[in-house]
């Protein structure tokens, strides 16, 4: 599974919200599979910075560069 979550209209992630994305990413990595957060807000991306997981997520500026890293090719 590949799976790319833009998350460009998100205002605010809860606690649940950041565990279930981690959740996802852990399965996606158990299965060979891939998940991608694109269009982060910079507000949330530092709160990611700050509680350390933004080396754990799969994370990519945009949509396109997200398709880009499942098919490097194109």
Do not use: C, W
Not at 3 to 22: N, R, T
Not at 33 to 58: C, D, H, S, W
């Amino acid at each position: 599974f590949k799976y790319i979550i833009d998350l460009s209209d998100a205002k605010y992630v809860s606690s649940a919200g950041i565990q279930v994305m981690m959740l996802l990413q852990k399965q996606m990595d158990d299965h060979h599979g891939n998940v991608i957060f694109t269009n982060i807000p910079g507000k949330i991306y530092r709160l990611f910075a700050q509680i350390g997981i933004t080396e754990m997520l799969g994370m990519a500026e945009t949509v396109a560069q997200a398709l880009h890293t499942f098919d490097p090719d194109e």
